[in-house]
């Protein structure tokens, strides 16, 4: 009662509009959705104008267009914010992360490359996943196999995926695969960086690629061999989670952010094991990010108010609970609903874990092009079109082209 | 005689059947799919009849996006966008087709070249048109940018110019102006044309995605293919309930073919166009 005396009692002119755009939908957007409505009813002299904006890349280009015609919104949750803050001299949430109630450092050190330019923070880690390697349980157990002590690197794990393919048919199709992934960059780069290769190379501000030296071209080879043995099909990358749900694929690298619907589907009988490594354990970062747009600089302030309230320990988990994407703050593990995740649930004990290892590189321009043209060089390496070094080669050389302009 | 026709092309018939079979492949796996269970969706090999039929699929969309809204927002945009934009290209080919006028040659070619401009190239520049004049989140913002009259004006050109001149000189002898002649002779003797040009541009309405997803903010205002994309997620999509959705989806489409199928067919006949 008192809140709605409270809601009339502000002046209409007194009230501050934020709009907000976000690019997540189904569950993911309605947790995002139910926390902008808590917001508002704590905060009644704040009204929220908040929609859906299609997906990360439709976002992307609703945002640009916003931008040039002054009329972006104040708040936006979307992949890639760090182009459209830093890349445009806007660091304000840098100077705003040091507010004693924001508590920056309780966030995963790993986590916050994932929201720079240049190397200086302009964005906020929100909706955050790493890839996971998960098992199909009954694949398994029928090929004899246990996963008490999984294999630590992929050469060990590449014999548990051969003796997962040789003896786990489970459907009795001719097309069932050891292992498989959903997002072929992604993986690249989390096994780049395991074989410490930094990806890219950064000199003040000027990125050069780096994926194509001796290490880098040490995984391609390795990707390759995982064709050569028959483990991973050529090119089938596209189908591989339906394969997976299926029950045609042993094992399978995609996002965290599929154990909270995994984990809802009973008929679903789904673990994790840590990512195998080469030379260090790293799963590389990917999901989204909170940015501010707002022009002015009491809308920047508001916009701020809202950010820090959905980043905090309490809002951040239970969104990342709901959806399936990580805690972001080391606090959030802490809190009951996280625990009793990581007891009740070892896909999210697995994917939590790995929040230690998570690494990421800036954000620059050329990025979408980096992924587009790594997801070309593997293509044609699996395809024995090309070999890994010159796969790499030409990724590299055709990315430089892009960066010079 | 004709009902012996199959038997004498058998391998034409052959072709046309598996090229049929081929394109209506995927609406069929689409009726199907929106009645399946999640497990009969990632079954393999692949179920074709469901388990047992999820009825409920459907009224899971309902519950997950405001469907009806989007409907009858795609549908009044569809059609006003359709009948403005095939008087306003009916208009400029007669007068491509019939008259005389300056520079009339380099304003066919000009609009000829629009057509290989890609939708994306040009959707920030009408944006920031669109916002200069205050049209985001309406209908007119919503309508008017997307009325893109290049193809369907060089449709009727085409077919304009079939019909003979002399029924035109006729007509003005008898005291017609251009607006008579195009109202009384043109028109009638075009509704083969009109008709296919008509579904051409409210098909093309219909799934339109990047522009309504662009100018629009409230979900109020949203139409189908971008409620169609509230259903995929980053987290995984229930594809029954996107093929329910989608089954619902093309209804009005079929409903124009079915209307205008003869019409369409005739066209394709008369102006020798290929899809």
Redesign the interface.
């Known amino acids: 009662m008192l809140l709605v005396v409270a809601i009339f009692a502000i002046p209409l002119g007194a009230q501050t509009k934020l ?1 907000v ?1 976000f690019a ?6 309605e947790a995002f959705k139910a926390l902008l409505e808590k917001y508002m009813a704590a905060n009644p002299s704040v009204v929220l ?1 908040y ?5 990360y890349a ?1 976002t992307a ?2 945002i ?3 931008l ?4 972006a919104p104040d708040v936006a949750l979307m992949a890639a914010g760090p182009l459209y803050t830093g890349a445009r001299g806007d660091y304000f949430i840098e100077s705003k992360i040091n507010d004693p109630d924001f508590k920056k450092d309780d966030i995963y050190p790993g986590v916050w490359d994932y929201a720079k330019y240049n190397g200086r923070i302009c964005a906020i880690p929100y ?1 955050i996943s790493t890839p996971v390697l998960y098992y199909n349980k009954a694949i398994i157990e029928k090929a004899g196999i246990n996963l008490k002590n999984p294999p630590k690197t992929w050469n060990e794990f590449l014999q548990v995926a051969k003796t997962a393919q040789a003896k786990g048919n489970i ?1 009795g ?1 001719s ?1 069932f695969w050891g292992f498989d992934v959903t997002d072929v960059p992604w993986l690249f780069k989390t096994m780049l960086n395991q074989n410490e290769n930094t990806v890219i190379s950064v000199k003040g501000t000027d990125v050069s690629p780096a994926f194509n030296d001796e290490k880098g071209v040490e995984v391609a080879t390795f990707w390759k061999r995982l064709i050569d043995e028959k483990v991973m099909p050529i090119g089938q990358h596209a189908n591989a989670e ?2 997976f ?4 694929l042993a094992f399978l690298v995609a ?1 965290s ?2 154990i ?3 984990s809802k ?1 009973a ?1 679903l009988q789904i673990g994790a094991i840590p990512m195998p490594y080469f030379k260090k354990p790293s799963v590389a970062l990917g999901g989204n990010v909170l940015i501010i747009l707002s022009k002015d600089q009491k809308a920047k302030e508001e916009a701020w108010n809202l950010v820090k309230f959905l980043a905090n320990t309490e809002n951040q988990t239970t969104f990342a609970l709901s ?2 994407y990580l805690p972001i703050r080391k606090s959030g593990l802490s809190l009951p609903e996280a625990k009793k995740a990581v007891e009740s649930n070892q896909m999210y004990a697995i994917a939590f874990d790995q929040l230690d290892i998570s690494w990421s590189y800036w954000h620059f321009d050329q990025m979408g092009t980096m992924d587009q043209l790594l997801g070309q060089a593997i293509d044609a390496l699996e395809r024995s079109a090309m070999t890994p070094k010159a796969a790499l080669e030409k990724a590299a050389k055709e990315l430089q082209a892009e960066i010079n302009g | 005689m004709r009902k012996h026709r199959h038997v004498r092309y058998p391998w034409t018939m052959l072709f046309l059947f598996c090229t049929s079979a081929l394109m209506i492949f995927p609406f069929v796996w689409m009726l199907l799919s929106a009645f399946k269970t999640p497990a009969d969706v990632y079954n393999y090999p692949p179920k074709w009849i469901p388990s047992s039929f999820q009825f409920t699929n459907f009224a899971e969309v309902f519950k997950k996006i405001p469907f009806i809204r989007f409907y009858i927002n795609s549908i009044f945009v569809s059609v006003v966008q359709t009948v403005l934009q095939i008087a306003i290209s009916a208009m400029g080919a007669f007068a491509f087709a019939k008259l005389d006028f300056p520079l009339k040659n380099k304003l066919y070619a000009f609009m000829q070249s629009s057509l290989f401009v890609p939708e994306i190239v040009t959707i920030i520049p009408m944006f920031l048109l669109a916002a200069v004049a205050g049209l985001i989140d309406t209908y007119t913002g919503l309508i008017v940018a997307e009325l893109n009259c290049a193809f369907t004006t060089l449709l009727l050109i085409s077919f304009f110019q079939s019909i003979p001149n002399e029924l035109i000189d006729a007509a003005k002898v008898d005291g017609c102006g251009y607006f008579r002649v195009f109202l009384e002779i043109i028109l009638p003797n075009s509704k083969t044309a009109i008709g296919a040009a008509s579904l051409f541009a409210f098909l093309t309405h219909w799934r339109s995605y990047m522009w309504p997803l662009i100018i629009t903010n409230n979900v109020k205002m949203r139409t189908l293919p971008i409620g169609l994309k509230y259903l995929v997620t980053e987290t995984g999509t229930e594809y029954q309930v996107l093929m329910a959705a989608s089954v619902m989806a093309i209804v009005p489409v079929l409903i124009v073919y079915i209307l205008m199928e003869k019409e369409f067919v005739q066209s394709i006949t008369l102006t020798g166009m290929k899809t």
């Open positions: 709009k755009w997540v939908s189904g569950d993911s957007g104008d929609s859906y904006s299609g997906n439709d280009t609703k640009s267009a916003a040039i015609s002054n009329t909706g459907t199709t097309d339906k394969k749900l299926a029950g045609n996002t952010a599929r909270s619907r995994w589907d008929s959806t399936g």
